[in-house]
């Protein structure tokens, strides 16, 4: 279920703290996160975020296509490496 429009998009208030200051000080530089709920709005475009998938920092650009967005969809917790392989090969 989508978030209520009188609400606006969510954004934890610890990054959006972050944000306001890097704008401020007109510096790029890498914000780190915990949040990957936190959906992008405009005001984040052309900063570079450092979101943490449990395991290690993912740097993720952001830009116009991505605003609306969750952090999250970019970094993702889980590697997929292939489905079983068949044993057809040894039995011949």
Do not use: C
Request: glycine letters at 10%; hydrophobic letters at 35%.
């Amino acid at each position: 279920m989508a978030r209520s429009i009188k609400k606006g998009p969510f954004i934890e208030k610890k990054l959006y703290k972050r944000l306001q200051e890097a704008n401020k000080s007109g510096q790029k530089q890498m914000i780190k996160t915990y949040s990957r709920v936190s959906t992008i709005i405009p005001e984040m475009v052309g900063f570079t975020f450092s979101v943490y998938n449990g395991k290690t920092w993912i740097p993720v650009f952001v830009t116009e296509n991505l605003v609306g967005h969750k952090l999250g969809e970019f970094a993702p917790t889980r590697i997929f490496r292939g489905h079983a392989g068949s044993d057809k090969k040894a039995g011949r």
